[in-house]
């Protein structure tokens, strides 16, 4: 009876301050306290049943199915729910990358395994989500996407099919879609009171933007950790083929191969010969393939408020996903607050334990139990601008950030004003080399790069956003790429790394095997010399449009623009910024031969940067 009478104050709490609110009583109500862990994990109720979905991606005559597993309060109130889809619960198939990175030489050698640094992502009932918001009163419920574990269908690397299937569950919790058990018994969620936040990270994180961009109701709010907002821009950068870090030669159909773990997976054998012909790996332009698999399209159909976490130092799933997705969400005015951290590719759970769990927990209750915690009223922007240092701001990018336009100059200057117009300085292309080598010190004449530095800097500058660069420039060669590094030029400690330590933090009750216990991280930072900040790339075949390669003249100059990835980055008192210009990104873009020279013409050629002071 406790557990009842807790959920009948927390609920009519919520509803009694939403009242206030509306009938205009008080300017701003104070933070309602929020649930408590008074339910017994122990007792959680546990079960699994099959979402029928609207789709037959696997073409059988049946429209899929997806497992769905669930835990839940042993209680007769009804409750919110906290929804992960993954692909990743059954794990990982060992797949080879694409064998063409190298063009001069194709079949030469083989790509990485596709997901030889994804285990970690390979999770079945596992995590914090059940042990810290069960006995809080919520459901927690896992499913598994499209094509993988216990689900029907054939998966497609963020097409349409996955995302409905996920939306039926959504629908499912709302009353509104079929459910069966083990036996092919109808099965009703007549315990859910159809509230829905989604949560995950990486492909996990990118479900619940591609959801919510279905519009669909009962999706109250999303928390996207590291998600991908458009396909294309993992896979590809403006009309060239590119690789998230550490996976060259992967792509959409070796990621979909990857986790093709349902039975008979050979029913998908034509799903997936489709995603390697339509995701064209020849010319890289933007088409309908990548368009079904960009959400940015449906923004304007979001409902959910948006929770967006995403780490600086991902080379993964680059910044620049946040960034368009943030922008586009800012511009319908959707509820949002954002946190960026120092670290990659991971969960802030591993970063900022503590102060993510109470964000979380402030957050789900705020839009799932209609409670007012106050986090709205909070600063936008968790921003951590160097290891462990964080600053809000109540925007984001941070007020009195500007576009800073710097010219590139004659002698390697990087100012405020054109310099050196008409001067032509070159480079030739070396595909061996990597971006951080060809960076070095930013001085001196390299015959590979082109590097332009500003005076030190008398006071503290900091980066908000997304620069831009424009460069007018010749090429001839084989290489179509221009790519763009800016870079922080000044010693500093810097991260390198996560590390786990021995020490744990129990964040809620467990069971054996479960224990609700995770070990506690530290950062890893060392003392460098520089650090490339952020980065850009052009396939300058697609100066005019990214949906259409047209050809370049050798020898004849034009003008090409681009963005970089979406950055936060403060460039410390002394420190210089640097623009260097390359052409093959060794980790990133495809490897034409050695020797493309490119020109630049300085006067015209400059960089953008948002900076705030």
């Not at 596992?126 to 996407?145: C, E, I, K």
């Not at 928390?223 to 294309?232: D, F, H, K």
């Not at 368009?324 to 670290?343: C, G, N, S, T, Y």
């Not at 922080?488 to 216990?517: K, T």
Request: aromatic share 8%; net charge neutral; hydrophobic share 40%.
């Amino acid at each position: 009876m406790r557990s009842v009478r807790f959920l009948v104050r927390a609920l009519t709490a919520g509803t009694a301050l939403l009242t206030v609110v509306a009938g205009a009583a008080v300017a701003q109500a104070a933070p309602a306290a929020g649930t408590e862990p008074v339910y017994d994990y122990t007792q959680a109720v546990r079960e699994q049943v099959w979402v029928q979905t609207t789709v037959d991606s696997d073409a059988d005559g049946a429209p899929d199915r997806v497992a769905v597993r669930i835990i839940r309060p042993r209680t007769d109130a009804r409750v919110p729910v906290i929804f992960q889809a993954s692909p990743y619960y059954a794990g990982l198939n060992d797949v080879p990358n694409h064998d063409d990175i190298d063009r001069d030489a194709p079949g030469a050698r083989r790509g990485a395994v596709a997901g030889a640094d994804r285990a970690a992502e390979t999770i079945t009932f596992a995590g914090y989500l059940d042990n810290y918001f069960v006995p809080r009163g919520y459901a927690v419920v896992f499913a598994d996407s499209l094509g993988t574990g216990g689900s029907d269908g054939c998966p497609t690397s963020g097409g349409r099919n996955e995302t409905l299937g996920m939306k039926a569950v959504v629908d499912w919790l709302n009353g509104r879609a079929a459910a069966f058990d083990a036996a092919g018994a109808p099965v009703a969620a007549g315990w859910s009171t159809g509230r829905t936040g989604m949560i995950g990270v990486s492909y996990n994180g990118t479900l619940p933007n591609a959801v919510a961009a279905t519009g669909v109701r009962g999706l109250e709010t999303i928390v996207p950790i590291a998600g991908i907002s458009s396909w294309y821009d993992y896979y590809r950068a403006n009309g060239g083929v590119v690789a998230p870090g550490g996976f060259q030669g992967e792509d959409t159909d070796v990621l979909a191969k990857a986790v093709l773990t349902r039975e008979h997976p050979e029913v998908c054998a034509d799903v997936m010969a489709a995603l390697e012909r339509d995701q064209d790996r020849v010319t890289g332009d933007y088409n309908a393939y990548w368009a079904e698999r960009n959400y940015l399209r449906d923004v304007a159909k979001v409902r959910a408020s948006v929770l967006l976490v995403h780490g600086l130092h991902d080379d993964n799933v680059r910044t620049g996903q946040a960034g368009q997705w943030w922008a586009a969400l800012a511009r319908r005015h959707v509820p949002r607050k954002i946190w960026l951290h120092q670290a990659g590719h991971t969960d802030p759970f591993n970063v900022r334990r503590a102060e993510w769990l109470s964000t979380l927990h402030r957050w789900f209750d705020f839009w799932l139990y209609k409670i007012d915690t106050g986090i709205m009223r909070e600063p936008m922007a968790d921003v951590e601008v160097a290891p462990t240092v964080w600053r809000t701001s109540r925007t984001w990018p941070v007020p009195g950030t500007r576009p800073t336009p710097m010219f590139p100059g004659a002698g390697g200057t990087l100012g405020g004003a054109p310099s050196g117009s008409g001067t032509r300085e070159s480079f030739v292309d070396d595909p061996a080399r990597t971006a951080e080598q060809l960076a070095g010190d930013g001085l001196g004449a390299d015959p590979n790069r082109l590097a332009y530095l500003s005076a030190p800097l008398t006071r503290e500058t900091r980066l908000s956003g997304t620069p831009t660069v424009t460069v007018r420039a010749d090429l001839a060669g084989a290489s179509p790429y221009l790519t763009a590094l800016l870079v922080d030029y000044g010693p500093a400690e810097r991260y390198a790394g996560l590390r786990s330590r021995p020490e744990q933090d129990c964040v809620g009750p467990g069971i054996p095997g479960d224990p609700g216990c995770f070990n506690r991280r530290e950062y890893v930072t060392a003392p460098t010399a520089s650090e490339i900040v952020t980065r850009g790339w052009l396939d300058v075949r697609n100066r005019l449009s990214a949906a259409r390669s047209t050809p370049v003249r050798a020898g004849k100059a034009y003008t090409f623009s681009w963005d970089l990835q979406t950055e936060d980055h403060v460039f410390a008192a002394g420190h210089r910024i640097g623009l260097v210009l390359i052409s093959t990104e060794r980790d990133h873009t495809l490897r034409y031969p050695a020797g493309t020279t490119v020109g630049v013409r300085l006067g015209v050629s400059r960089v953008v940067l948002p900076l705030a002071r």
